[in-house]
């Protein structure tokens, strides 16, 4: 059986070291995925985040458009107003 020439055995090994090079540490490497998947995963938990937000608001919204209690509340609250012929007493601390 013949020997396989020595050129053939270095340009196998060079083509091995390429393809462990870029496993490891270039394009598309396990690290560079790795770091894409946990990107994607605090993506999708601020896009939850978002939904949920969303929701509260449009339910918020749809309640605004809807009624006078929730715009009611509101100016009292963060306006500071009192119906007519009610008496607001304030307790200092």
Do not use: C
Request: aromatic share 6%.
């Amino acid at each position: 059986m013949a020997k396989a020439p020595y050129w053939l055995f270095l340009a196998l090994l060079l083509v091995l070291s390429g393809l462990q090079y870029r496993l490891w540490v270039g394009d598309g490497s396990l690290a560079q995925v790795t770091e894409l998947k946990r990107q994607i995963a605090e993506q999708q938990g601020e896009n939850e985040r978002l939904l949920e937000r969303n929701q509260i608001l449009e339910a918020e919204v749809m309640e605004l458009k809807q009624g006078t209690e929730t715009v009611e509340e509101r100016a009292r609250h963060e306006l500071g107003m009192v119906k007519e012929g009610e008496t607001l007493y304030q307790l200092a601390e």
